[in-house]
């Protein structure tokens, strides 16, 4: 996240159509895109002039989270909390302890990747009375071509399991249909209908549906008007798509 990225102007837009809580925490299912959505609600919020602090709080895989790339999120309005040092790769779980710092502090923004499935929504457990007195948003991004979240039940098993372990309730929910870079805009745009759908029965509002950049054109071009769709500009490569991505 190099410092001046041009963040696209209909993610700012759908930031001003919802009033945000204090914390926004950030979980769903390995693979479902939850830390890119993370990052990317980070960029655009601080760009939209708010303070914003962004905590790593990935007990499950530290390899494919926030404080990999920590030292390259550059930004104004925006700072990254990260496990110090050595401890970022270490096999113990570490939580950064000035997070609950950052519950009680009005003038940021906290936005908490947490890792994945339910076991990762355990480390919002220590913080559970802070953040409800906080006020907070819990976001669960579905992902509906990974396995354990192709289904209605299986994605209210998860979150169930998710709320059961934190103690939070899911308030949102995102829809973030890829099959990595062979994703259609046809494939997307039918899966974010699907996630709606699915958040319908659940009784829990989707805030919007996600698309890659390079796609993102012909899926709004598909979706029914009153799907928002924010605008995914990914920063997380894996080694083999290195030079094909933005970052």
Same mark, same amino acid.
């Given at each position: %996240?190099?410092?001046?990225?041009?963040?696209?102007?209909?993610?700012? /837009?759908?930031?001003?159509?919802?009033?945000?809580? &204090?914390?926004?925490?950030?979980?769903?299912?390995?693979?479902?895109?939850?830390?890119?959505?993370? #990052?990317?609600?980070?960029?655009? %919020?601080?760009?939209?002039?708010?303070?914003? *602090?962004?905590?790593?709080?990935?007990?499950?895989?530290?390899?494919?989270?926030?404080?990999?790339?920590?030292?390259?999120?550059?930004?104004?309005?925006?700072?990254?909390?990260?496990?110090?040092?050595?401890?970022?790769?270490?096999?113990?779980?570490?939580?950064? +302890?000035?997070?609950?710092?950052?519950? =009680?502090?009005?003038?940021?923004?906290?936005?908490?990747?947490?890792?994945?499935?339910?076991?990762?929504?355990?480390?919002?457990?220590? @913080?559970?009375?802070?953040?409800?007195?906080?006020?907070?948003?819990?976001?669960?991004?579905?992902?509906?071509? !990974?396995? &354990?979240?192709?289904? @209605?039940?299986?994605?209210?098993?998860?979150?169930?399991?998710?709320?059961?372990?934190?103690?939070?309730?899911?308030? /949102?929910?995102?829809?973030? +249909? &890829?099959? #990595? =870079?062979?994703? /259609? $805009?046809?494939?997307?745009?039918?899966?974010?209908?699907? *996630?709606?759908? @699915?958040?319908?029965?659940?009784?829990?509002? %989707?805030? @919007?549906?996600?698309?890659?950049?390079?796609?993102?054109?012909?899926?709004?071009?598909?979706?029914?008007?009153?799907?928002?769709?924010?605008?995914?500009?990914?920063?997380?490569?894996? $080694?083999?798509? !290195?030079?094909?991505?933005?970052?």
């Amino acid at each position: %996240m190099k410092k001046n990225n041009r963040v696209p102007e209909n993610n700012l /837009s759908l930031l001003k159509d919802k009033k945000w809580n &204090h914390v926004i925490a950030v979980t769903g299912a390995l693979g479902s895109g939850k830390t890119e959505l993370t #990052m990317s609600l980070a960029s655009a %919020m601080a760009d939209s002039g708010v303070s914003v *602090v962004l905590a790593d709080m990935d007990i499950i895989n530290p390899y494919f989270c926030l404080r990999a790339l920590a030292g390259d999120i550059i930004k104004e309005n925006l700072s990254v909390l990260a496990p110090p040092g050595d401890l970022k790769w270490g096999d113990m779980s570490y939580i950064n +302890p000035l997070i609950r710092t950052k519950i =009680h502090d009005p003038s940021n923004r906290l936005i908490i990747d947490i890792g994945g499935d339910s076991k990762g929504a355990l480390a919002l457990k220590q @913080f559970e009375p802070e953040i409800l007195k906080a006020g907070y948003d819990l976001v669960f991004v579905v992902n509906p071509y !990974r396995t &354990h979240t192709k289904t @209605f039940s299986e994605i209210a098993e998860m979150r169930d399991k998710l709320e059961a372990t934190c103690g939070l309730k899911v308030n /949102s929910i995102a829809a973030n +249909p &890829h099959l #990595m =870079h062979i994703t /259609s $805009p046809k494939e997307c745009a039918e899966g974010i209908i699907l *996630v709606n759908d @699915f958040s319908k029965k659940m009784d829990v509002p %989707m805030f @919007f549906g996600i698309a890659e950049e390079s796609i993102s054109y012909d899926v709004k071009k598909i979706l029914p008007n009153n799907i928002p769709l924010w605008i995914l500009q990914r920063e997380i490569l894996l $080694p083999w798509e !290195r030079g094909k991505v933005r970052i």
